[in-house]
Nanobody
């Protein structure tokens, strides 16, 4: 079972930037789709961005042009670069690894954007 560990969350002012990292316990990027999801209090967990095994990326409309998902195959790490952050981006951010009907989640990292 692959394990995912997120890091990089924190408190930032509106307009600021953060980079989240998700380290996988083994090399899975060649077959897994890696994604970032977020969940704000009282809301359902939602997709932020994902990158397929082939490198195709997809973003939620709310983050297009501000967030970038990328990966470093040598480090087994996926990143989420977040720029121009808004208070509504405040949430717990989760890393996900999906292969067919199997999905693994990380423990989550808190991102708080102050106005």
């Amino acid at each position: 079972q692959v394990q995912l560990v997120e890091s990089g969350g924190g408190l930032v002012q509106a307009g600021g930037s953060l980079r989240l990292s998700c380290a996988a316990s083994r090399n899975i990027f060649s077959i897994y789709t890696m994604g970032w999801y977020r969940q704000a209090p009282g809301n359902e967990r939602e997709l932020v961005a994902h990158i397929t095994s082939g490198g195709t990326t997809n973003y939620a409309d709310s983050v297009k042009g501000r967030f970038t998902i990328s990966r470093d195959n040598a480090k087994n790490t996926v990143y989420l670069e977040m720029n121009s952050l808004k208070p509504e981006d405040t949430a717990v951010y989760y890393c996900s690894a999906q292969y067919k009907n199997s999905r693994v989640w990380g423990q989550g990292t808190q991102v708080t954007v102050s106005s």
